[in-house]
């Protein structure tokens, strides 16, 4: 079994940083693909990112593409995401998950993923 635990989350001013960290636990967690969602108060679970098992391809939502980077290091089980630009509505809680498969269609969907963090509020302030 995959276990997540999210950190790094917090209180900042538009136009900041930051960079929360998915700290994995479990042996197949190298082999999992990779993703950072994120839930506002009041609305839906949304896809932000995901990132293959090998680190080498990636995939945005166009809301945070050329601001968020999604990373990995497999070697110390841990998944990035790095939050650059950040606007008032990319407040909410993020979550990291691990999905089984490995397939391009149905990545960006929550039902994908079976493993979750507990996630990690992030308040960008106006």
């Known amino acids: 079994q995959v276990q997540l635990v999210e950190s790094g989350g917090g209180l900042v001013q538009a136009g900041g940083s930051l960079r929360l960290s998915c700290a994995a636990s479990?042996?197949?967690?190298?082999?999992?693909?990779m993703g950072w969602f994120r839930q506002a108060p009041g609305k839906e679970r949304e896809f932000v990112a995901t990132?293959?098992?090998?680190?080498?391809?990636?995939y945005y939502a166009d809301s945070v593409k050329g601001r968020f980077t999604i990373s990995r290091d497999n070697a110390k089980n841990m998944v990035y995401l790095q939050m650059n630009s950040l606007k008032p509505e990319d407040t909410a809680v993020y979550y990291c998950?691990?999905?089984?498969?490995?397939?391009?269609?149905?990545?960006?969907?929550?039902?994908?993923?079976?493993?979750w963090g507990q996630g990690t509020q992030v308040t960008v302030s106006s």
């Open positions: 990132i293959n098992w090998s680190g080498t391809s990636t």
């Open positions: 998950a691990a999905r089984r498969s490995s397939s391009r269609t149905g990545r960006i969907a929550p039902s994908e993923y079976e493993h």
């Open positions: 479990g042996r197949t967690f190298s082999n999992n693909p």
